[in-house]
Structures are given as C-alpha cells and as structure tokens.
T-cell receptor, first 112, second 113 residues
C-alpha cells in the first residue's frame, strides 16, 4: 500500500467554483504535508506546505491537515482557468533525508 | 534563466542503448534528486545525493546509475535501456534541510522503443 493515496480524477469544474482536493496517508510519523502544482509539460512547484495539523491560507488556497484521520486537503476558492493543472500531495517525516512521498496527483480542469 | 535545467528535454532511444540524462542547477543547493513520473504511479524517487561524495538509492534504483560530477551537476544513466523505463524524468534540488520545498527541473521525456 502506497503511503500517500490520492484520487487521480480527472476533476472538471466551472470557473468560480470551490475546489476540494484530498489525500490520505498511512504513516503517523509524517510531519510535513505539501501540495505541489504541476502544469502540463512542466516540473512540479511547491504551492503550500503545512507542519503537523491545522490550516494554512494563501490567497485563494487553503491547505488543511487532520492528523487524527490522516487526511490532507487543499481548497481552491473562486477557481480560475489558470488553476487547471495536476495537483500532487506529498508527505515527509521532516528529517534530513528529503525523501518526499508523493500521491499520484489529481488532474484539475477549470472551464471558463 | 531557469534555476534547474535538464537535458535533453525529449529523447527517443532503442532497447539496449546507454543513455544519460543531465541536470544542472544554479541555486547552490547541495542536495539533488532524480525522480521518474508515470501515469497512474505518480513521482517515484530513483537516486538522491547530499553532496559529491554522498549518493543514495531511492525507491526504484534498479537499472539506473548516477554521477554527481560537481555540486551543480547530477546525471542519471540508463546502462541498457528497456521499454518500461519510458517515463518522464525530473531532477530536483533542496536548500539545506528544507525537505518540503523541492525545486524541480522541467523534465526529460524519455521513450524507449
């Protein structure tokens, strides 16, 4: 069983919709939880990260971690066509190895 | 200019050929990583290096080798390419121990026929 599970979608929403992207993880030792965004034919780029449980907000994006249920979420408010991309969740022990465990990615399409 | 570059961007090769993918970075980071990305499987770690003399195997290192020629350069080799190594390959770097923030290159699309 992969340690980070993510529904690959695809997910299609109209412009302006609220988008909810979700992952689950199995290793309770994970401390850092990340969301990377990957546009077509590009490398992933860090969107947000959260340490331990809680929420973190950055503009239209909110990352949420619930360690009790091992659930990672990313919410996008007022979604835009430019948000169309693949979103990858990732987790890490927070140690010095830097070996992130990535989910498979969810492909999001925001239609004008 | 991009901070992490990869060459070539696209490559088609035949089964049994040796091929090298190259990664260069101008970020001054010590830690460098090689991943492959496959549809339905996500990103998987092949090799990683903390400095020129410290190279480590990742989740799927069989069939691959690496060379860290300098702090800024990290190459991935397929000694004898096989079709199931067809994938998108990414190089990434990390600043210090900020493991959550990896900087990825643009990727190399490799096809083995």
């Amino acid at each position: 069983q992969k340690e980070v599970e993510q529904d690959p979608g695809p997910l299609s929403v109209p412009e302006g919709a609220i988008v909810s992207l979700n992952c689950t993880y199995s290793n309770s030792a994970f401390q850092y939880f990340m969301w990377y965004r990957q546009y077509s034919r590009k490398g992933p780029e860090l969107l947000m990260y959260t340490y331990s449980s809680g929420n973190k907000e950055d503009g239209r994006f909110t990352a949420q971690v619930d360690k009790s249920s091992k659930y990672i979420s990313l919410f996008i408010r007022d979604s835009q066509p430019s948000d169309s991309a693949t979103y990858l969740c990732a987790s890490d022990y927070g140690g010095s190895q830097g070996n992130l465990i990535f989910g498979k990615g969810t492909k999001l399409s925001v239609k004008p | 200019d991009a901070d992490v570059t990869q060459t070539p961007r696209n490559r088609i090769t035949k089964t049994g050929k040796r091929i090298m993918l190259e990664c260069s970075q101008t970020k001054g980071h010590d830690r460098m990583y090689w991943y492959r990305q496959d549809p339905g499987l996500g990103l998987r770690l092949i090799y990683y290096s903390f400095d020129v003399k410290d190279i480590n195997k990742g989740e799927i290192s069989d069939g691959y080798s690496v060379s860290r020629q300098a702090q800024a350069k990290f190459s991935l080799s397929l000694e004898s390419a096989i079709p199931n190594q067809t994938a998108l390959y990414f190089c990434a770097t990390i600043e210090g121990e900020r493991s959550y923030e990896q900087y990825f290159g643009p990727g190399t699309r490799l096809t083995v026929t």
